[in-house]
């Protein structure tokens, strides 16, 4: 479990994370070990706009609600390996 944050504090620290990287000490560009992130989207119409509202009890499904269209739907964490 995470400590917990007060939630003036905690935006502060996810301001932090969206800083430019390159004011930061990383690593050069061909030495970053690069993962593929996928955006969730709506299935329906596309939208962003969603909101998480549960999830299964090992987190591998979890559970959101379109916030344009409404749509309820679930997604599922796969292992990379096993795609
Ligand atoms: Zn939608």
């Known amino acids: 479990m995470g400590e917990w944050l007060p939630p003036r504090k ?4 996810q301001a932090e994370v969206q800083e430019p990287v390159e ?11 690069v993962v593929p992130f996928i955006p969730l989207r709506c299935p329906s119409c596309g939208s962003t706009k969603l909101k998480t509202y549960g999830a299964s ?3 591998l499904e979890r559970y959101h609600k379109c916030r344009v269209c409404h ?8 292992d990379p390996k096993n795609f």
């Open 23 to 33: 004011n930061k000490d990383l690593p050069f560009e061909e030495d970053w070990v």
């Open 71 to 78: 749509l309820q739907f679930k997604s599922v964490e796969f």
């Open 57 to 59: 009890r090992n987190r």
């Open 10 to 13: 905690k935006r502060r620290r």
